[in-house]
């Protein structure tokens, strides 16, 4: 696959997973499909098992989908809409157990979405994360309350065609590199 190399035998899920935008359109994600991704997500590890995440999740069609996609940009949306489902992870900012604040929470949070994103792959499914929407309109349509944040927007669905893409966006439609192995280690590995 362009752009990736690996050294070590790491998970085939790792190995394959990347953020495509070709989404077919036709296909539909079963809700078996979903509730098994939010099962993974729900397995990660946390801060003190405090599970700050928690997800908006919607198929395409129905409301949920409708107002997650109302609240994408403009770029994103012209590729994220043709998902089977689209969801939004949000995050609980205090420890349950003594109104503390939770810096771990997005640590947390972020885990839960590779654990779910993996799994996706293990089903043939696609994930792409998106940064690009406008939160409050989430907070507002979703009556998410203060003290939870909204974090990231995930399309999910099935490959589509890459000729289906506008121009621009069919000449990003790769997986991004990686930097090389060794600039991951902050101070290298004692022999
Ligand atoms: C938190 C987050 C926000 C992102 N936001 C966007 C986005 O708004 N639009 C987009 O097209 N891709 C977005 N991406 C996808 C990244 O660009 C992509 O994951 C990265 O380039 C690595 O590529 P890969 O997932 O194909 O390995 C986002 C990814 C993450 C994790």
Not at 32 to 52: F, G, H, I, T, V
Request: some cysteine; glycine content about 6%; hydrophobic content about 40%.
């Amino acid at each position: 696959m362009e752009n990736r190399s690996f050294t070590y035998d790491v998970l085939k899920e790792i190995q394959n997973r990347w953020s495509p935008r070709a989404f077919d359109a036709q296909k539909e994600v079963s809700r078996e499909d979903l509730m098994a991704l939010m099962e993974a997500a729900r397995y990660a590890p946390s801060c003190m098992n405090e599970q700050p995440w928690s997800y908006i999740v919607g198929q395409r069609g129905s409301t949920v989908f409708a107002g997650i996609e109302a609240a994408l940009s403009d770029s994103n949306v012209e590729w994220a809409a043709n998902a089977s489902a689209l969801m939004v992870i949000l995050s609980k900012e205090q420890f349950s157990h003594n109104d503390r604040s939770n810096r771990w929470h997005l640590f947390d949070a972020g885990t839960s979405w590779g654990y779910l994103s993996l799994e996706a792959q293990k089903r043939g499914l696609i994930t792409h994360a998106m940064g690009g929407f406008a939160a409050d309109q989430i907070r507002t349509t979703f009556a998410v309350p203060n003290g939870v944040a909204v974090i990231a927007a995930v399309a999910i669905g099935y490959y589509g065609r890459r000729e289906d893409l506008s121009e621009a966006m069919a000449a990003r439609e790769k997986p991004s590199p990686r930097k090389p192995l060794d600039e991951m280690l902050f101070i290298p590995l004692e022999d």
